[in-house]
Each structure stands twice: as C-alpha cells, then as structure tokens.
Nanobody
Framework: QVQLVESGGGLVEPGGSLTLSCAAS????????MNWYRQAPGKERALVAT???????NYEDSVKGRFTISRDNAKNTVYLQMNSLKSEDTAVYYC??????????????WGKGTLVTVSS
C-alpha cells in the first residue's frame, strides 16, 4: 500500500521559515518525480516545486529564491524548505509522487496535506 505522509506544517510569522517533510512508503522512491503542491483557501491546487528522479528541480515563480525542494532517497523522503514566508504562502501543502512507466502508464500518488499558516 502506497503512503505519502506530510509533516512540518504549522503557524509561522511573516518572514519566518518552515521545513515540510514527506515520507513515502510502498513505492520505489528513487524512480519517482516528487512534487509539492499547495491549495490556498478559495483557490485551485497549484504546483509549487518539482524534484525529478534525476535530481532536477523546478519552482513556481512566486517561490523561486525562497523555497528549496530536496530529496533523500535513502530515507524515502522529500523536503520543502520555505524561507521568507509571506501571508500569501498560507495553504494546505500536498506531497505528490509521479512515475511514467515504460508502458506509458502514469502512477500518481498523493498525501493528505499539511496546513501552513503565515500570520502575525
């Protein structure tokens, strides 16, 4: 059974930092592209950061220079280091694992999310 479990969310003041973690089980973690999405109140879920199986990273423009996605394949864990947090970063953050198999099938798994609230 595949599980993605996020942790590390909470309340932080503007300008502060948080590190989110997502522990995966039931998948060959190193083969998967790992993504962080977020869904702010009243908005659609949006991609924040990507870390491919090869270690390439990409970021949504509003978080470039502030957020860093990283992975530890030995621990089956992906992280999102968030610095200089702003009120507009308030959202539920979701971990996502994606793999396109050789046959073209897409394997797609989601965590349940962790809430990040940026407020004074």
């Amino acid at each position: 059974q595949v599980q993605l479990v996020e942790s590390g969310g909470g309340l932080v003041e503007p300008g502060g930092s948080l590190t989110l973690s997502c522990a995966a089980s039931g998948i060959t973690f190193s083969r998967y592209t790992m993504n962080w999405y977020r869904q702010a109140p009243g908005k659609e879920r949006a991609l924040v950061a990507t870390n491919s199986a090869g270690g390439n990273t990409n970021y949504e423009d509003s978080v470039k220079g502030r957020f860093t996605i990283s992975r530890d394949n030995a621990k089956n864990t992906v992280y999102l280091q968030m610095n200089s947090l702003k009120s507009e970063d308030t959202a539920v953050y979701y971990c996502n694992a994606v793999l396109i198999t050789i046959s073209g099938r897409q394997m797609d798994y989601w965590g349940k999310g962790t809430l990040v609230t940026v407020s004074s």
